[in-house]
């Protein structure tokens, strides 16, 4: 959904900044995969030592950077095929690394098995949502779309984490289990636009 309805005015903001660091010499692939580390180790730093709030919100700076490498990609007139399979690579660790972080902390500082359970299906479906796309794309079909694409995952898991930081009780455990079953119904629906593409 954001993916259709905000990316354009999200580019708005990117687009200069892109163009900017491409003028500095950087390059989009390095922005890539600064982004990935630096998601990678904030989250798998932060969420297990119990520190929800300071640990989204450096997860959150770092996630902008996927913003950043498709501005610059643009900017060097398109990217390269390298660049794009880079990008949509380091998107699975990143988003494995925050999902495994969360249900670390869930289970290991919070004692919830109930959360920890909801995070490990969000950490599964996150995954086969974007298999399905990437499979299906290889095979000629197409599979976009669906109710939470990468940012709205990114967007519910974080507004959770970010409130339990805050001291919200419950926040991340009603936002794991909230995407969980989203995400189940994302893989569904993304399953059945193949189907739709292969016909
Ligand atoms: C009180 C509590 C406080 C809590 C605060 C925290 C709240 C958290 C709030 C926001 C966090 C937002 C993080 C969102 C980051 C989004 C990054 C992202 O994934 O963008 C997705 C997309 C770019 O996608 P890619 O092409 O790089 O990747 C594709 C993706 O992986 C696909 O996955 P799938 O959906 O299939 O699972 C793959 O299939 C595909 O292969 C792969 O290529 O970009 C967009 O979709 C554009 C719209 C994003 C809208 C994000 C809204 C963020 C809100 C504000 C942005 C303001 C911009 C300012 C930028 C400043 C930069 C310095
Ligand atoms: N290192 C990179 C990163 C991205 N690309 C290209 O940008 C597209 C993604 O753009 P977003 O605005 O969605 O982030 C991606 O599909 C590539 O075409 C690149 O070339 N190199
Ligand atoms: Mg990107
Ligand atoms: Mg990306």
Redesign the pocket.
């Known amino acids: 959904m954001?993916?259709l309805f905000?990316?354009e005015s999200?580019s708005r903001?990117?687009d200069p900044?892109g163009a900017w660091l491409v003028r500095r010499g950087l390059t989009p692939n390095a922005v890539t995969v600064v982004g990935t580390v630096g998601t990678c180790v904030a989250a798998l730093w932060f969420f297990p030592r119990g520190q929800l709030f300071v640990g989204?919100m450096v997860v959150?700076l770092c996630?902008?950077f996927?913003?950043?490498?498709?501005a610059m990609a643009r900017a060097v007139g398109g990217g390269t095929r390298f660049g794009?399979v880079l990008?949509?690579s380091c998107?699975r660790i990143a988003d494995g690394a925050v999902f495994a972080a969360i249900v670390w902390w869930a289970f290991a500082v919070e004692g919830d098995q109930v959360a920890a359970a909801a995070g490990l299906v969000c950490l599964v479906a996150?995954q086969v949502?974007?298999y399905v796309?990437?499979r299906a794309e290889a095979t000629g079909l197409s599979a976009d779309g669906g109710l939470v694409?990468?940012?709205e995952r990114?967007?519910i898991a974080?507004?959770g984490t970010?409130?339990q930081g805050?001291g919200v009780p419950n926040a991340a455990g009603v936002a794991l289990w909230l995407l969980a079953v989203l995400a189940v119904i994302t893989v569904v629906q993304r399953l059945v636009a193949v189907h739709r593409s292969a016909r």
């Open positions: 954001l993916n905000a990316r999200v903001v990117t900044i989204t959150t996630t902008f996927d913003l950043i490498d498709g794009a990008d949509a998107d996150a949502i974007s796309k990437a694409e990468r940012a990114l967007i974080l507004v970010g409130l805050l």
